[in-house]
């Protein structure tokens, strides 16, 4: 009882905190009421309304507190709204491309193939290449598969015949999801200066091709981008933490000028290489200020990390392990997988790893195989003997495989796992083939890595590989870190369902825990006062309906800067 009457004191100081930094900022000018608001603050998890001034949250309440006046009222007729979904792992401009160009991963016989074309041309201004859209990516097992039915790996060959009659107007040259082959139509075989019958280029002559395509337009650039900005707005996204080209940056400072940019931008080179770049334009994590350390930039747009790879990926078999591959025994026996572009020459690696870190860059590295993440474990060995001890969060991107032997050395070490949940939605179809069983039980291993003091930061490798897409909706990542389960609901238990994740911790890592691998957690990542109004309204209660009803859920609005930017029709 005593506990009780000390909660209810402590919950009444905190509405009187509420109501007293209103009357300091004068009316609000929004109030979202009659919602159930799931806050993410642990002192403070649900609230009734929330009042904005400007881009702030100024106060909130609960059922019991009347909320303030203010110049505008949303009623949200008690609907779920938690803080904005901030996905800490995107491709912003190829997911762009991808959207208003051509998808082609799902498509394998010539009368889809047919219609994706035609469908882009009437897209695309006259003018425009077609390209990439990646073929066949699932015809070895079929979208929301398990594993168990997988079928012969047989993907078919189109033919220039098929399309040349629409595409007059537009050069086309897509690949196969492995890039073995391309199509090439009439129109681009002429400007690329190549003789062809069949449109089917192959080896040196296709890279060579596809080096010969133009670069794109920066209003083609736009086009893409404001694409892609209306998908996350649709799917509650308020931040994305983008590892684009590096002129992807001057496309946002345009929107952003232009008062288009609708959600917030945490932009990091994807080449190891610019650390010097970075340093010298400013664009590192701010270790000696008085505040927290906190990344270079403003509230929109930011920047403080750089990306890198160590390893390849599970779909090509270029991700780095201790044993080889289960599954490629008539190739390569002892094929192991490989390393990237900078980590063939390890000691130069680890020397521009330790640079950047000293400069005050925050280093987030791509890690998929269990042997390329035992090395990232040494380097951050290496980071403290050459720079010292920091608050440093270094972000492991993926941890996809980790050996049994390797997850205690995660303790102490403030590591933020950069995972992806859906990954194992859509992987699972082929990992035991790939690796076995046991070496699965590492993989995607969430619970463990966060038991072992990780801190799990969500996000969703949007658009995904050449082999795999991965959308941006959060709702996907919280099914699949609940429930490790296919969309078709396989398997009933769950995919190594003792990795699964309570919806709690889930939402907490799609919010305050993306907030917090950005340095951004004290702006970002809940719902309280002082923090930015960014928050993403759901069309179904995920606390009380089942997990098979979140595929078929969506937004009802997606609030950034306390402005409504989408509202479900």
Same mark, same amino acid.
């Given at each position: ?41 642990? /002192?403070? $998890?649900? #609230? ?19 909320? $303030?006046? #203010?110049?505008?009222?949303? +009623?949200?007729?008690?609907?779920? @709204?938690?803080? *904005? ?6 491709? %912003? ?31 695309? $201004?006259?003018? !425009? ?77 296709? =890279? ?12 083609? =650039? ?46 990091? $080179?994807? =080449? ?6 970075? @340093? ?14 906190? &990344? ?6 930011? %920047? ?31 094929? =192991? ?7 063939? +020459? @390890? ?9 950047? +870190? !000293? ?44 050996? &049994? ?14 995972? /992806? &949940? ?110 930015? #109004? ?11 309906? !089942? ?7 969506? @937004?009802?609005?997606?609030?950034? *800067? ?8």
């Amino acid at each position: 009882m005593k506990r009780q009457v000390f909660l209810f004191l402590i919950f009444l100081l905190v509405l009187s905190a509420c109501s007293d930094n209103v009357e300091n900022t004068g009316v609000p000018d929004h109030v979202f009421k009659n919602a159930k608001i799931w806050t993410g603050d642990q /002192q403070m $998890p649900w #609230a009734s309304w929330v009042a904005v001034k400007g881009e702030q949250i100024v106060a909130l309440g609960g059922e019991g507190d009347t909320p $303030p006046n #203010a110049t505008a009222e949303t +009623d949200l007729k008690g609907q779920l @709204m938690v803080p *904005g979904f901030n996905d800490s792992h995107v491709h %912003f401009a190829s997911a762009g491309a991808l959207l208003l160009g051509i998808n082609l991963l799902d498509v394998n016989n010539e009368e889809k193939f047919v219609e994706r074309v035609r469908e882009t041309t009437e897209r695309l $201004p006259k003018g !425009s290449w077609i390209t990439r859209g990646d073929w066949g990516a699932y015809e070895a097992w079929g979208a929301g598969s398990a594993g168990e039915d997988n079928q012969s790996n047989t993907v078919f060959t189109p033919h220039r015949s098929m399309i040349d009659d629409i595409t007059p107007n537009h050069p086309v040259l897509v690949v196969r999801y492995d890039r073995t082959e391309g199509l090439a139509n009439a129109l681009a075989l002429k400007e690329l200066g190549i003789e062809s019958e069949s449109g089917i280029l192959e080896g040196e002559v296709l =890279r060579e091709a596809l080096r010969q395509v133009p670069e794109k337009s920066f209003e083609r =650039r736009l086009a893409e981008s404001r694409r892609a900005l209306e998908e996350c707005r649709k799917w509650g996204i308020t931040t994305v933490q983008d590892m684009s080209p590096l002129d992807q940056v001057d496309v946002y400072n345009h929107l952003y000028a232009k008062g288009d940019l609708s959600c917030r931008i945490n932009f990091a $080179p994807a =080449r190891l290489s610019e650390y010097e770049n970075m @340093m010298a334009k400013g664009w590192i994590v701010d270790w000696e200020g008085e505040m927290a350390p906190h &990344p270079t930039g403003g509230d929109w747009i930011s %920047f403080g990390t750089i990306k890198s790879h160590i390893d390849g990926i599970m779909g090509a078999r270029t991700a780095r392990f201790f044993q080889p591959y289960s599954d490629n025994i008539a190739e390569q026996m002892d094929w =192991r997988g490989g390393w990237r572009e900078f980590s063939k +020459d @390890m000691p130069s690696f680890k020397e521009m790893l330790v640079a950047a +870190d !000293s400069g005050g860059i925050q280093l987030r590295v791509h890690a998929i195989g269990d042997q390329a993440n035992a090395l990232l474990l040494d380097i951050l060995d290496t980071l403290d003997h050459f720079n010292g001890p920091k608050d440093r969060r270094f972000r492991l991107v993926h941890a996809q495989v980790i050996s &049994p032997m390797d997850f205690q050395r995660f303790q102490g070490r403030n590591i933020v796992a950069e995972v /992806q &949940p859906y990954h194992v939605t859509d992987d699972m179809r082929w990992m035991e083939e790939r690796i076995g069983y046991e070496r699965c039980k590492g993989a995607y291993a969430f619970k463990t890595l966060q038991e072992n003091g990780c801190i799990l930061s969500f996000g969703s490798d949007w658009p995904g590989t050449n082999a795999s897409y991965y959308p941006i909706n959060p709702l996907m990542g919280l099914y699949a870190a609940v429930t490790r389960q296919t969309v078709k609901g396989e398997p009933a238990e769950g995919w190594f369902p003792e990795q699964r994740l309570s919806l709690e911790k889930a939402l907490r890592a799609y919010t305050w825990g993306a907030a917090y691998g950005a340095f951004e957690e004290d702006t970002k990542g809940t719902i309280e006062a002082g923090k930015l #109004a960014d928050f993403s309204v759901i069309d179904t209660d995920l606390f009380t309906t !089942s997990t098979d009803q979140w595929l078929e859920a969506g @937004m009802a609005m997606t609030i950034v *800067g306390g402005k409504i930017v989408y509202e479900q029709e």
